[in-house]
């Protein structure tokens, strides 16, 4: 089977790999949907690093084809619709006993990242643990934004205790950032988007955002008081991983608000006591979700009825990796997946 690798300086390949075969307690699944993450960046513009790759992919979603000798029927059945939480743990500490094996204290091995392959090929093994049921109603497209993106927004947005009656300020309207606003609004939030490129403010206007903010052209802490009758927001979600939008969203906080920080790159540099400890303020980070989170996320996402595929702006077959990546190296899109079967 054909599989996306990651060359580094911006250079991708698509390889030939085996069929995967499942070890005792893994399964196969055939993937339908493998959505991009904003992370996959990361890797698609490091530098070169050797020549041992692994398919790239950490948003699958597919249905089970093969299971390990030792999978039961209550773990995995062929034929299942799943997702799957991209982390594999020990399986024994408290981390992964909770479900979030990204903490393991042994070390997580993550799908797509390096160390274990990931999605974006036909096929995939994956630990029978690792799966979480894709609900009948929802696209396998949108089980994949929640294996990743759409559920580490909702995640966080859990952490932060949204309440409908709150303004929320999104720093940033990528993929992960468009689903926190689209989330936001759904829970009744008055939300304020922050995005330098105009095509994405615009998607998050039809998100449902109540208001954009361009900060190249405005200094977005005045912009949100402005928006707030000179209080700032009462929870804000830093999604775009630079220093500028990391400050700006911690003095954007109103007093006894709170931030979160869900972006893995950039720095941050603030006052402590005027900025934070005077103000009461909250400063937290979110790493994604557990795995009942993903469960959790999808079960919203069913009862809402909420669109999770509109956040999708581009689809593609594995053929067209190189487009791809150079279309979501620019930043100004909505999310994109590519459709291996």
Known sequence: MLGITFLGNR?????????????PRDVVLEIKASGMC??????????????????????????????????????????DRVMVHHYDGCG?????????????????????SGQGHG???????????TLVPLPEDLSFMTGAAISCGTGTAYGALKRVGLEGD??????????????????????????????????RRELALEKGAHA??????????????????GEGAHKVVETAGVSQARTAAVKGTRKWGTCCFIAGGGELTFMVGPDLVFRQVTLVGHWTFS?????????????RKIDVDSVFTHQFKLEQADEAYKLLDQQKTGKGVFLPS
């Open 119 to 129: 999605a974006h090929a036909r096929y995939m093994a994956a630990a029978a643990h």
């Open 11 to 23: 250079e991708l390949e698509l390889r030939e790999f085996a069929d995967p075969t499942p070890s």
């Open 38 to 79: 904003g992370t996959d960046l990361h890797a698609y513009r490091r530098e070169f690093k050797g020549t041992e790759h692994f398919i790239a992919g950490h948003e699958p979603c597919g249905v089970v084809v093969a299971l390990g000798e030792h999978v039961t029927e209550s773990e995995a059945k062929v034929g």
């Open 291 to 303: 795995k009942n989170g993903q469960a959790d996320c999808a079960r919203f996402v069913s009862d």
């Open 212 to 229: 954009v903010i361009d900060p190249t052209d405005v200094d977005p802490v005045e912009a949100i008081k402005e928006l707030t009758h």
């Open 166 to 199: 709150e303004t929320l300020a999104v720093y940033g309207q990528g993929p992960v950032g468009l689903s926190t606003t689209q989330f936001g609004a759904e829970m009744g939030a008055h939300v304020i988007a922050i995005e330098t490129s105009p095509e």
């Open 92 to 112: 024994n500490c408290r981390h992964c006993k909770s479900g979030w094996s990204q903490l393991c204290d042994e070390g997580p091995t993550v799908y797509g």
